[in-house]
């Protein structure tokens, strides 16, 4: 099996840990290569439902090896929280599971700080953060102050972060916010680091070595590329590079060890927090995609926004990602509809847009061009073959393609495992 990079190529949630979770069983290791628990994945198998939040989807899997690579931020007691819940119910991530040790680390100073901050914007400019704390952890990373999972091992992590937490309560006290416990911190994250210990390592020799003996590596990320740092709708973005590239510079795998990039994308689009949404649907239709699609975040339990599907984002992140296929998942949410709408383009000004512009305040402006389809009106829950699915809902697919250009490899129409389909189309 190749090497696979799967990205989120909207503004995330659009299911990529139940792909994920499809594709696993064809890979030796998974790897979640950016952002941190401000991001979730669930999947279904049978009556059980698992949300996860740093540790990868593939740990559901005996047998599959998953690496949390240096490109993540993690929060050690969520980390060990999932630990424990995974645990509990029979699944034993020991000697499986392994944590870069130049990951860095999100304290609570962190989620102090990102609260904060996000209190003292104004309205209209508020980001829409999670408070997870993960733009701060972020931000210590490229100020070149930031604590990494590996200094967890060291003899002197309870000075080391002592120094810390007394630098940033100095800024908390800036903030005019309260300052974080020393005493308390210190105790509660020596006590993680003793029980995270075996799991934290130099994981790009051990990654290195598995895929130069053959063995084949699904990349996971988070969030969508329209959160990117770089390419999202900045400022209204993640703190981390989503996208494809992110895949290399997250984990110490060198970009031509990898094979293919599969682009998860609903068969609408939803966005979570503020920022612009030129499909937004704020009347009964965005209602109904949201409680049908139970459209509530994973991580937040926010309502997600919900509009039209956007190939004018599709084509963006075809760009941007290098996609190879796509995977396309909810398209049963559109079963009851009369008439599905794309947006085939931008207008703002009296121009065309064909891309997404780099200016938000231009993208805030700009009106979709719509093409109307005609629904299928049938349930597309139980079809398990392509063949088989109504001929409006076939159309459809096929006019995504034609739009963005790439082929769709991967369809979903419903939660469970099962509920997934490949369409009748050789990979590369």
């Not at 952002?35 to 198998?45: D, L, S």
């Not at 104004?122 to 980001?127: E, L, R, V």
């Not at 996609?323 to 079963?335: E, G, H, N, P």
């Not at 006019?399 to 369409?423: A, F, N, Q, Y």
């Amino acid at each position: 099996m190749p090497n696979m990079v799967l990205i989120g190529a909207q503004w995330g949630d659009e299911g990529k840990g139940k792909i994920i979770d499809v594709l696993t069983r064809e890979v030796d290791w998974v790897v979640r290569y950016q952002g941190g628990n401000n991001a979730g994945h669930t999947v279904e198998i049978g009556d059980a439902r698992y949300i996860l939040h740093l540790i990868p989807s593939g740990i559901l899997h005996a047998g599959k090896k998953c690496v949390i690579g240096n490109g993540v931020v993690v929060d050690p007691l969520s980390l060990l929280k999932e630990l424990d819940e995974l645990q509990q119910r029979g699944i034993q991530p020991d000697g499986r599971l392994f944590v870069s040790d130049r990951a860095h680390i999100v304290f609570p100073f962190h989620r102090v700080s990102d609260e904060y901050r996000e209190q003292a914007r104004s309205h209209g400019d508020k980001i829409g953060t999670t408070k997870r704390g993960i733009g701060p952890s972020y931000a210590d990373k490229a100020a070149r102050v930031g604590l990494r999972m590996g200094d967890m091992l060291d003899p002197d992590f309870p000075s080391l972060l002592s120094a810390h937490i007394k630098e940033q309560n100095s800024i908390l006290a800036a903030l005019g916010a309260p300052p974080i416990a020393e005493k308390d911190v210190l105790a509660e994250y020596t006590a993680a680091a003793k029980r995270l210990a075996p799991f934290i390592t130099d994981t790009i020799p051990i990654l290195n070595r598995g895929i130069a003996a053959g063995e084949s590596v699904l990349f996971e990320g988070a969030q969508g590329t329209m959160l990117d740092i770089d390419f999202g709708t900045y400022p209204f973005v993640t703190s981390s590079s989503a996208t494809a590239g992110g895949a290399c510079t997250g984990s110490g795998v060198a970009p031509h060890r990898i094979d293919r990039v599969i682009g998860v994308v609903k068969a609408y689009t939803t966005r979570v927090g503020e920022g612009p949404f030129p499909t937004e649907l704020l009347d009964d239709t965005g209602k109904m995609i949201r409680e049908t699609g139970h459209e509530f975040g994973a991580t937040t339990g926010r309502p997600r926004r919900c509009g039209w599907f956007d190939a004018v984002v599709a084509r963006y992140s075809v760009m941007i990602n290098g996609i190879d296929f796509w995977a396309v998942t909810k398209m049963d949410v559109l079963d009851s509809l009369e008439t599905i709408r794309i947006c085939v383009a931008y207008e703002c000004g009296g121009k065309r847009y064909e891309t997404v512009p780099a200016n938000i305040r231009v993208l805030e402006k700009c009106k979709p061009v719509y093409e109307d389809f005609k629904g299928w009106k049938v349930s597309t829950k139980d079809v398990s073959r392509f063949e088989d699915l109504p001929a409006q809902a076939k159309a459809y697919i096929r006019r995504l393609e034609e739009l963005t250009g790439v082929p769709v490899w991967i369809l979903s129409v419903g939660p469970r495992r099962d509920s997934t389909m490949k369409l009748p189309l050789k990979p590369k």
